[in-house]
């Protein structure tokens, strides 16, 4: 099952932030590709800024960190399109670039153009998706003969 909390304007964000929190409540092990530095950093930041409390699982596998250690020789880096190729063999198609994704929240929540948001949500899916995969690699024997398996 995937959930994918979204906030229709930014006044819900306060609430987007206590919901997270109460489901993550719920786990050991919080698993993220760089959220170490990106995503539960920013998480926090916009926490205290709303004024809420996030608690987040008290184990953190970041599987970016992991990958550098797994496949750093091996693959001429560790970037999640990168791992997606080479470890996962597969590659998207029509996909949202990353960083396009908070431009076009922020598009969305100042017209309302909610289609626009489609391809985020498949983006955000393929991401764990590919996280589960890569996930699935990192705890398989190594191949000397496969590269990046």
Same mark, same amino acid.
């Given at each position: 099952?995937?959930?994918?909390?979204?906030?229709?304007?930014?006044?819900?964000?306060?609430?987007?932030?206590?919901?997270?929190?109460?489901?993550?409540?719920?786990?050991?092990?919080?698993?993220?590709?760089?959220?170490?530095?990106? +995503?539960?950093?920013?998480?926090?930041?916009?926490?205290?800024?709303?004024?809420?409390?996030?608690?987040?699982?008290?184990?953190?596998?970041?599987?970016?960190?992991?990958?550098?250690?797994?496949?750093?020789? $091996?693959?001429? +880096?560790?970037?999640?399109?990168?791992?997606?190729?080479?470890?996962?063999?597969?590659?998207?198609?029509?996909?949202?670039?990353?960083?396009? $994704?908070?431009?076009?929240?922020?598009?969305?929540?100042?017209?309302?153009?909610?289609?626009?948001?489609?391809?985020?949500?498949?983006?955000?899916?393929? +991401? $764990?998706?590919?996280?589960?995969?890569?996930?699935?690699?990192?705890?398989?024997?190594?191949?000397?003969?496969?590269?990046?398996?």
């Amino acid at each position: 099952m995937l959930r994918q909390y979204f906030a229709r304007h930014y006044g819900e964000e306060a609430a987007l932030i206590e919901a997270l929190g109460e489901t993550a409540a719920a786990f050991q092990f919080l698993v993220t590709f760089n959220g170490k530095s990106y +995503d539960a950093p920013f998480l926090a930041a916009r926490a205290q800024v709303n004024r809420v409390i996030l608690r987040l699982p008290p184990r953190h596998l970041d599987l970016l960190h992991a990958a550098r250690r797994r496949w750093r020789d $091996v693959l001429p +880096d560790c970037r999640l399109q990168t791992l997606e190729a080479r470890v996962c063999r597969r590659w998207r198609s029509g996909d949202v670039p990353g960083d396009e $994704v908070p431009g076009l929240y922020h598009d969305y929540v100042r017209h309302g153009d909610a289609h626009r948001l489609v391809p985020v949500f498949h983006h955000n899916l393929l +991401d $764990v998706i590919t996280m589960a995969e890569i996930a699935r690699a990192l705890c398989a024997p190594r191949h000397p003969d496969r590269p990046g398996r």
